[in-house]
């Protein structure tokens, strides 16, 4: 069964710690994108990436970071350096540049962060 | 950058009438625009979409349409159901030939009121 899945789908975290959310696709998708949704604010790129060990800032990476060591994976860090990480978070991947101008992005379920 | 407008960001209508959300846009070389339907607490799912080489494109009771002189281009359901209650958003690729970015309009809350 292909798709995305995040994980946790709930995570609550304490003010000044760090947490990590998982994005992992088994589409055999080149690029990976991380957005972030507020209400009324529809979504936002943090941080993308068009291939393995590769990645650049979105609108909105202050207080985020990514890494991209495997094609499979695209985990994103929320730093205690985000001022307003209460959000609902968003992984996407698309083919990327083999799917030429304008590829499909696909979504995964999405990760609910609260900070306490 | 490209900015992408929604309107109206709500729309209430009754089973079986038509539904129409509008988007506008600001990048001239946007050239891809997908619509995406989310239900509360879930990923958004792509439901159609359009390339500016074409004016219209129409999957079953969905249709989407491109005005690309007047920078617009719209979603269109017919014979409305309840099951098509959720957030619509459109969204747009800016600096054409990016298939790695999207902008999107803040979202459409549509309830079909049965």
């Known amino acids: 069964d292909g798709g995305i899945t995040q994980s946790p789908k709930y995570l609550f975290r304490k003010e000044g710690q760090n947490v990590t959310l998982s994005c992992e696709q088994n589409?055999?998708?080149?690029?990976m994108y991380w957005y972030r949704q507020d209400p009324g604010q529809g979504l936002r790129l943090i941080y993308y990436?068009?291939?393995?060990?590769?990645?650049q800032k979105g609108d909105i990476a202050e207080g985020y970071s990514v890494s991209r060591e495997k094609k499979e994976s695209f985990p994103l860090t929320v730093t205690s350096a985000q001022k307003n990480p209460t959000a609902f978070y968003l992984c996407?991947?698309?083919?990327?540049?083999?799917?030429?101008?304008?590829?499909?992005?696909?979504f995964g379920p999405g990760t609910r962060l609260t900070v306490l | 950058g490209e900015n992408v407008e929604q309107h109206p960001s709500t729309l209430s209508v009754q089973e079986g009438d038509s539904a129409v959300i509008k988007c506008t846009y600001s990048?001239?070389?946007?050239?891809?625009f997908p619509w995406y339907k989310q239900e509360l607490g879930k990923g958004p799912q792509l439901i159609i979409d359009?390339?500016?080489?074409?004016g219209e494109k129409k999957d079953q009771r969905i249709a989407v349409t491109l005005n690309k002189t007047a920078k617009h281009f719209s979603l269109h359901i017919t014979e409305t159901q309840p099951e098509d209650s959720a957030v619509y958003f459109c969204?747009?690729?800016?600096?054409?030939?990016?298939?790695?970015?999207?902008?999107f309009g803040k979202g459409t809350l549509l309830t079909v009121n049965p």
């Open positions: 996407a991947s698309s083919i990327g540049l083999a799917g030429g101008l304008g590829d499909t992005q696909y």
């Open positions: 589409l055999n998708h080149d690029a």
């Open positions: 990436s068009q291939i393995v060990n590769d990645f």
């Open positions: 990048d001239s070389a946007s050239n891809y």
């Open positions: 359009i390339r500016s080489n074409v």
């Open positions: 969204a747009a690729n800016p600096s054409g030939g990016s298939n790695y970015k999207l902008t």
